[in-house]
Structures are given as structure tokens and as C-alpha cells.
């Protein structure tokens, strides 16, 4: 009996330390690539990066404000482009959608959140970049179809976690179905369908493959949005795969910059979702 | 009796309330339900229901947990439409009229509901009761509707210096008569109660009950509970429903003193089984 005992105690432990193991593992993994970017990259992090343009190798004062800017206006034009269509779908697949239907589309979505980013890049080159030319704009439509399947389930579970009795209590009151959705379902999910969307962003603003086939890429400072367009991340691509240290160095500090933005903009949304009042569990 | 054919309580025998209340009432009752059956798909969870709601009286309708109590009092407001693959054969009547031919937001607006578990949206205090009044374009003093309609829940007192904290913040009774103030805000004529008080304490139940004494003079009141001492206290008029059906409807008196059918006795005295 004490033998059996032990033995089970042994076993607990064991199991315990062994999840703490992985999870300090887990989460270990994002502290070891923050340090190594900052440890490869810090230096090359300096004034000139945000305010100069890549130069050839071996020059000094080379930076990557094309990029950065070029990277804000793709994923702010992919923003414009599915956070709306992403948002509106989910909110039909939640409130909307029939049996039938409803699981079509939540499969499809699916499906296309599974389909590889690089295909996504083919896809839109055939379509929009072939037709016209290379562009922000395309570059932006790939990454917004990215963006729609993620923004429409996570919308679409927030807003199914509201509880059914504040839809009934609006509707009560002589709400109208569209009304009891916007004035209340909406938000008491705003967090969670705010946090989805954060989340959605941060995920295709890293996002290269679909990039290399739409907006490509420019040294300098293109000419508008209908124009081949810089981004962070296929400098990275472009920099690291280059035979020269200083752009190696370079292709660092970009992917540092890269990292902390989104990191940035994942706190802040969490600062700013935190106020406010939640649904009441 | 039959259940299909209620004792109604004729105008003669009801206390000068109607009348005095402003409301003439033209009809002995204010709802009533015809041959009302209900159907959650292929299962029937009415059948053949018929009774007639007094005006300005409170109505209570017991009966054990899934005998369609429930069910019955969410076609009243149509708020059952809210379920898919769900079939009303029968009618439902307001002031005579046929509530699927009214326009369901107003039909909702008259026939106000409370729920089971107090369901204040997350939002403040203030903008919970001022809510009804806004989908419904209320054109006055948001700030005047909002106080009178504390006051008449008896919530006032309680909240009047946290109008903008969270609804949340209440106790689950205030919260409770918080949803009660944000039905009255839009002063519907008919007030739904589904089993409002089963998640509170002695305390908080006695505070509604005196509430609905006090909110009669002003609208119909119907009230499922499956307490049947909270029947006894409250209603005018109680309805017993078993498995769909209605056994029996009459006074309160009558229902719990001296009722005419079997199942009614064996439920009030808790033989059932």
C-alpha cells in the first residue's frame, strides 16, 4: 500500500514538473528569439535605418524607411480591405446563418485559412499582378485574403460565446434582430472580436511569401500604391539571403523591427481592451 | 371543466383595479391564447392551449420543470420565434387582435418579459434602462424616463449615485429589478415574468413580489414560477400546465384550496410523482 503510494506520488510529480518543463519551454522560445534578434540586430537598429533608404552593399548609412512605410501601407490597405468583409461574415455566420449554409461557409473559411500563404501569392499574381503590374495594392489584396477567413471565425466565435438571454432581452424590448446585434451582441464582444482582429493584423504584417509575388520590392521610394512596393518582411528575405554581412546585419535589425512592432501593437490593443465592461459570465 | 374550456373571471366579479387604473377595459381579458399548440420541430410541447389573461391582474402559471410553462409564456411576445424550426397553430390575442398580425417589434414594446437569470447587457446601469426607450425612439428626457423607471422597480434609492457603473456591479437581486426597470422604461401593458425569482434569496424575492402588488394597477402581469408558494402569495389567477396541457386554470383560491382535477391536487398537496 505505502509502495503503491509512493509510487503514485512519484508519477504525480513527475507528470507536473514534466508539463512545467514544456511550458516554460513554450514560452522560453519567444525570449530566445527576441534575444537573438536583439543580440544580431540591436546595432544596426539606429537612426538611419528609419529615416534612409537601402544602399549597396558596403556602404555606410544604409537604412529601410521605404520598407517600413511600404510594409504600414500594405497592411493597412489589406486592413481596410478585410477587416470589414472578415467582420460582416463572421457576424452572419454568428447570428445569421442557417444550419446548411452557415456550415458551408464556416468550412470554407476554414479551408482557406489552411490554404498555404504562398499559394494565396500565386493566386493573386495570376489574377491581379499579370492583368496590371506589380503593386502595393496587390500585394495588399493577398495579404486581406489572409486576413478575411481568420477575422470572420474569431468574430464569429466571440460573438457566439454572448449569451442568448441578452439577445432575448434586447429583442424584449422591441429591438429590431439588426439593432440587438449592433447595439448589443457587438458589444459585448467587442474585446474578444477586437483582440481576433489585433491578432489577424499582427499575423499578416509578417507574412513574406504572398509579398513576393505581388508587391515585390523596391530600393527606393516606389512610385504610389500602384507601384512595386518595399516591405519588411521580403527585405529580411532579400537581406539574409544576400553574401554580405552588413546586409546580413541589416536583414537583423529589420526582422527586430519587425517583431517589436507587432509586439507593440499586441499590448497596446491589450492596454486598451482591458477597460470597458465584459459580458458577465 | 374541461382544461380547454378556463373558468374566465368576468369583468362584474373583478375589484374596481381595472377601472381605476385609466385603462377601460373593453375585454375581460387582455391576452388570450386560442387552441394554442407549439411545436420545437416534430415535438409538440403545447397542446390545445386556451386561456384568458385579466387585465390588471397578476396570473401565475406552475407546474413541474419542462411541462411547457415556459414555452407558453415566450409565444405570448413571440420571443419563441427566436428558435429555429419552431410552429405556432392557435392564435394569441391582445386586446383581441391577433399578435401574429402585429408588428413584432411593437407586439414587443406592449408585451414586455423578465427572464429567468437577470440578464442586464454590459453596459451601465443607466444606459440598461434607457435602452428600450432608445430602439424605440423615445423623444423625451431620457434622464426623467430613466429615474421614473427605477423608482417604479423599487431600485431607485439603490443606485441613484452609480447611474454610469456597470449593471454588473448589483446584486443579483438589484440586478433582477434592474432588467424589471428596463421593461417598465418602455411602458409595456402586459409584463412576462419567466420564473424571475429562482435565483434569489427570501430577501430579494419578497422585494419583487411587493413590486408586482404594486406594478398591477398598472399592467397585466403573468408570471411562471415553479414555486408554488410564490403563486399562492402573488397571483389573482393561477394556471396549472402537466406535459403540455393545461389542467387547470381558476383563482388562486380555488386552484390551491379546493381545485377540480386530480393532478392539480396531487401537484399543490406534492403527491406527484
Given amino acids: 500500500m505505502t509502495l503503491r503510494n509512493r509510487w503514485r506520488k512519484t508519477l504525480s510529480y513527475f507528470m507536473l514538473s514534466l508539463t512545467g518543463v514544456c511550458a516554460v519551454v513554450?514560452?522560453?522560445?519567444?525570449?530566445?528569439?527576441?534575444?537573438?534578434?536583439?543580440?544580431?540586430?540591436?546595432?544596426?537598429?539606429?537612426?538611419?535605418?528609419?529615416?534612409?533608404?537601402?544602399?549597396?552593399?558596403?556602404?555606410?548609412?544604409?537604412?529601410?524607411?521605404?520598407?517600413?512605410?511600404?510594409?504600414?501601407?500594405?497592411?493597412?490597405l489589406a486592413t481596410i480591405m478585410g477587416l470589414p468583409v472578415g467582420f460582416m461574415a463572421g457576424v452572419y455566420l454568428s447570428e445569421f446563418g442557417g444550419k446548411t449554409f452557415a456550415f458551408l461557409i464556416r468550412y470554407m473559411a476554414d479551408l482557406l485559412n489552411g490554404v498555404p500563404s504562398i499559394v494565396i501569392g500565386i493566386f493573386v499574381w495570376t489574377v491581379v499582378v499579370r492583368r496590371y503590374h506589380f503593386s502595393a495594392i496587390a500585394g495588399a489584396v493577398a495579404l486581406a485574403l489572409i486576413l478575411i477567413p481568420i477575422t470572420a471565425r474569431s468574430t464569429e466565435q466571440f460573438m457566439s460565446m454572448v449569451p442568448q438571454t441578452l439577445r432575448e432581452g434586447a429583442l424584449a424590448l422591441g429591438a429590431s434582430k439588426w439593432r440587438a446585434i449592433a447595439t448589443v451582441v457587438v458589444p459585448a464582444a467587442y474585446r474578444g472580436i477586437a483582440t481576433g482582429m489585433i491578432l489577424g493584423v499582427a499575423r499578416i504584417s509578417g507574412e513574406t511569401a504572398p509579398l513576393l509575388f505581388t508587391s515585390l520590392n523596391n530600393q527606393f521610394w516606389g512610385g504610389g500604391l500602384s507601384d512595386q512596393t518595399a516591405s519588411l518582411p521580403v527585405m529580411v528575405y532579400t537581406h539574409a539571403m544576400a553574401p554580405y554581412d552588413d546586409w546580413h546585419r541589416q536583414a537583423w535589425a529589420a526582422g527586430l523591427v519587425l517583431l517589436f512592432g507587432v509586439l507593440l501593437a499586441n499590448i497596446a490593443a491589450r492596454l486598451i481592451l482591458s477597460r470597458g465592461i465584459a459580458v458577465q459570465k | 371543466m374541461s382544461p380547454n374550456e378556463p373558468m374566465i373571471m368576468s369583468t362584474a366579479n373583478l375589484p374596481s383595479a381595472s377601472p381605476a387604473a385609466g385603462k377601460p377595459v373593453k375585454h375581460p381579458g387582455k391576452l388570450k391564447a386560442v387552441n394554442l399548440d407549439f411545436y420545437y420541430g416534430a415535438y409538440q410541447a403545447l397542446h390545445d392551449i386556451s386561456l384568458e389573461v385579466p387585465a390588471n391582474r397578476i396570473t401565475a402559471l406552475i407546474g413541474p420543470?419542462?411541462?411547457?410553462?415556459?414555452?407558453?409564456?415566450?409565444?405570448?411576445?413571440?420571443?419563441?420565434?427566436?428558435?429555429?424550426?419552431?410552429?405556432?397553430?392557435?392564435?394569441?390575442?391582445?386586446?383581441?387582435?391577433?399578435?401574429?398580425?402585429?408588428?413584432?417589434?411593437?407586439?414587443?414594446?406592449?408585451?414586455?418579459?423578465?427572464?429567468?437569470?437577470?440578464?442586464?447587457?454590459?453596459?451601465?446601469?443607466?444606459?440598461?434602462?434607457?435602452?428600450?426607450?432608445?430602439?424605440?425612439?423615445?423623444?423625451?428626457?431620457?434622464?426623467?424616463?430613466?429615474?421614473?423607471?427605477?423608482?417604479?422597480?423599487?431600485?431607485?434609492?439603490?443606485?441613484?449615485?452609480?447611474?454610469?457603473?456597470?449593471?454588473?456591479?448589483?446584486?443579483?437581486?438589484?440586478?433582477?429589478?434592474?432588467?424589471?426597470?428596463?421593461?417598465?422604461?418602455?411602458?409595456?401593458?402586459?409584463?412576462?415574468?419567466?420564473?424571475?425569482?429562482?435565483?434569489?434569496?427570501?430577501?430579494?424575492?419578497?422585494?419583487?413580489?411587493?413590486?408586482?402588488?404594486?406594478?398591477?394597477?398598472?399592467?397585466?402581469?403573468?408570471?411562471?414560477?415553479?414555486?408554488?408558494?410564490?403563486?399562492?402569495?402573488?397571483?389573482?389567477?393561477?394556471?396549472?400546465?402537466?406535459?403540455?396541457?393545461?389542467?387547470?386554470?381558476?383563482?388562486?383560491?380555488?386552484?390551491?384550496?379546493?381545485?377540480?382535477?386530480?393532478?392539480?391536487?396531487?401537484?399543490?398537496?406534492?403527491?406527484?410523482?
Fill in chain 1, 26 to 76: 513554450a514560452v522560453s522560445l519567444l525570449f530566445l528569439i527576441l534575444g537573438i534578434l536583439v543580440y544580431n540586430g540591436w546595432q544596426s537598429v539606429d537612426w538611419n535605418f528609419f529615416t534612409k533608404l537601402p544602399k549597396p552593399p558596403g556602404e555606410t548609412g544604409s537604412g529601410m524607411a521605404n520598407a517600413i512605410v511600404g510594409s504600414l501601407e500594405i497592411v493597412l
Fill in chain 2, 65 to 273: 420543470s419542462g411541462c411547457g410553462k415556459s414555452t407558453f409564456l415566450r409565444t405570448l411576445n413571440r420571443i419563441s420565434e427566436t428558435i429555429r424550426n419552431t410552429r405556432v397553430e392557435g392564435q394569441v390575442l391582445l386586446d383581441d387582435e391577433d399578435v401574429m398580425q402585429v408588428d413584432v417589434t411593437a407586439l414587443r414594446r406592449r408585451v414586455g418579459m423578465v427572464f429567468q437569470k437577470s440578464n442586464p447587457f454590459p453596459k451601465s446601469i443607466f444606459d440598461n434602462v434607457a435602452y428600450g426607450l432608445k430602439v424605440n425612439g423615445f423623444p423625451g428626457s431620457l434622464k426623467d424616463a430613466v429615474e421614473h423607471s427605477l423608482k417604479r422597480a423599487a431600485l431607485w434609492e439603490e443606485v441613484k449615485d452609480k447611474l454610469q457603473k456597470s449593471a454588473y456591479a448589483l446584486s443579483g437581486g438589484q440586478q433582477q429589478r434592474l432588467c424589471i426597470a428596463r421593461a417598465l422604461a418602455v411602458d409595456p401593458e402586459v409584463l412576462l415574468l419567466d420564473e424571475p425569482c429562482s435565483a434569489l434569496d427570501p430577501i430579494a424575492t419578497a422585494k419583487i413580489e411587493d413590486l408586482l402588488f404594486v406594478l398591477k394597477d398598472q399592467c397585466t402581469i403573468v408570471i411562471v414560477t415553479h414555486n408554488m408558494q410564490q403563486a399562492a402569495r402573488v397571483a389573482d389567477r393561477t394556471g396549472f400546465f402537466l406535459l403540455g396541457k393545461l389542467i387547470e386554470y381558476n383563482t388562486t383560491e380555488i386552484i390551491f384550496k379546493n381545485p377540480t382535477k386530480q393532478e392539480t391536487e396531487d401537484y399543490i398537496t406534492g403527491r406527484f410523482g
